[in-house]
């Protein structure tokens, strides 16, 4: 039986690797927040040999609050301030990062590479990049001339795999935007969202990220590409939220909503990134790309963008995975019970700052050529007409089940297939429950030195298949009060 990677062993190249990056930094304090973070707090100024840049104008006040329903307020904790004229840095937990993973393991995003894909085919331009293997995605996507983007993304907290000397690399599940360049010599994008990512966070909740590559989704570096501020090319603004912040309280299925505004500007040649959330009112800028970092691409202008979810498998077949996109739901579970973007915009002209409809075209791709192409779906509704304007539901690999109302208790259907004969709605639940069940009973045939471990872990995976069956249980009746 395989065990978990062990996260006690000490990570020599990463601690000097983390020491090398610490010595770059100007701290004049430190502060650990209430949920563990560590956070150094640096002069402002001292990011950057140049002035720091002013942030694009605050745009008249546009309520685009959901009204579909309750919302949960998100909330940012903190703690204690840094000193006046600082901003927080946040400081990788790297003490207990296992030995087999290096830096390159944590900073790499290879995903864009197929939207890149998917953005030069609506250009009708045979792409160079090929597709990275063990990536999966739901996206909408568009090939325009764009300086600016935006959207309203809810937040779930999906199950990604641990990892096992097998499959030791990042598993993770995404929500974001994509905007790339599409013809530099090197592609440049940047993106951002909310993220499950252990190696990343050093946790299994949902966190605000931002991420960039210079050089084509290469290795990461400073002023090359990376995630947050883990190497240089972020310039922090903001005195409080810092990309890395953890997202809570989470969306509940058939219940109230989390969801915040994600948005990119481009202003006097920089790419600025900001949030908008429930009580915040306006756009709060937190940072921005100095545009020199994409000379003779981005720094110009953008000429896709890309809306969606991403989920990495680092299993050696990664058809195999488990790992959840959004909810874990199908797009066909719609509100409440799916990942969604709404009111997905993009500025066409950089002068009058129009922002229009986003008109992006779906695509779904796999992490290889022989997975399933349904395991992870997307429904967009651009130009809805509705107020929540161009909008999308995606997720998986559960396929979302709904009512037909002039049907008895049990007639629930998943695509035709009828509950009460068939796949029962808390599937893949049943699947985790026979795997752990299956793991008990072999138990006895391995040597004794091995049993009792592998019936601890068959137990473990019972009591996680058994919580899963409940919740959707719950759900299900929820949904049938409805």
């Given amino acids: 039986m395989e065990k978990i990677v062990d996260p006690g062993k000490s990570n020599q190249e990463a601690m000097e690797w983390l020491t090398a990056r610490q010595a770059t930094l100007k701290i004049t304090k430190t502060t650990v927040t209430p949920g563990g973070q560590t956070l150094d707090w640096i002069p402002i100024e001292s990011q950057v040999t140049e002035k720091i840049a ?7 006040f546009t309520d685009q609050q959901n009204e579909k329903g309750p919302l949960n307020v998100l909330h940012f904790e903190i703690g204690e301030q840094g000193p006046e004229g600082h901003v927080p840095v946040l400081r990788p937990d790297l003490s207990k990062l296992p030995a087999n993973i290096s830096i390159k393991d944590i900073s790499i995003k290879r995903g864009g590479l197929k939207v890149n894909k998917r953005l030069n085919n609506l250009k009708n331009i045979e792409p160079a990049n090929p597709d990275p293997f063990r990536y999966f995605h739901a996206i909408s996507a568009e090939a325009a001339n764009v300086y600016g983007c935006e959207a309203w993304l809810n937040v779930w907290d999906p199950r990604v795999a641990l990892p096992t000397p097998s499959a030791p690399g990042d598993d993770h599940s995404i929500s974001q935007t994509w905007v790339q360049n599409l013809q530099a010599a090197q592609l440049h994008s940047i993106e951002a969202g909310w993220t499950v990512d252990l190696l990343l966070n050093r946790d299994r909740q949902p966190h605000l990220f931002i991420y960039y590559t210079a050089n084509g989704y290469g290795p990461g570096g400073d002023n090359l590409g990376g995630y947050n501020r883990f190497q240089a090319g972020w310039v922090q603004y903001h005195g409080s939220i810092f990309p890395g912040i953890p997202l809570w309280p989470t969306s509940v299925t058939n219940g109230a909503q989390t969801e915040f505004g994600i948005k990119f500007q481009l202003w006097q040649g ?24 994409f000379s003779g691409g981005l720094a110009n202008y953008a000429e896709g963008v890309a809306f969606g979810g991403e989920v990495y498998s680092a299993l050696p077949n990664p058809c195999n995975t488990t790992d959840q996109m959004g909810s874990g739901n199908q797009a066909a579970g719609g509100y409440r019970r799916s990942a969604y973007q709404r009111n997905i915009r993009t500025q066409s002209n950089w002068a009058a700052a129009s922002m229009v409809n986003f008109n992006g075209t779906t695509v779904v791709d796999a992490a290889a050529d022989d997975c399933a192409q349904n395991n992870y779906t997307i429904q967009a509704f651009m130009n809805s007409g509705t107020n929540w304007g161009s909008h999308q539901y995606f997720g998986g690999p559960t396929r979302r089940f709904f009512t037909i109302p002039t049907e008895g208790i049990w007639q629930r259907v998943d695509y035709g297939t009828m509950v009460d004969d068939g796949v029962h709605p808390w599937n893949p639940d049943f699947r985790y429950l026979l795997t752990g069940i299956v793991m008990a009973d072999l138990a006895k045939y391995t040597s004794p030195s091995v049993t009792k471990e592998m019936l601890g872990l068959a137990a473990k995976q019972i009591s996680e298949a058994a919580r899963g069956i409940v919740k959707e249980i719950n759900n299900l009746s929820e949904n049938l009060e409805e």
């Fill in 54 to 60: 002013t942030p694009p104008p605050l745009e008249p």
């Fill in 270 to 293: 920089n790419w600025w990134f900001g949030i908008r959330y429930a009580t915040s009112g306006g756009w709060i800028w937190l940072g921005y790309y100095p545009g020199r970092l």
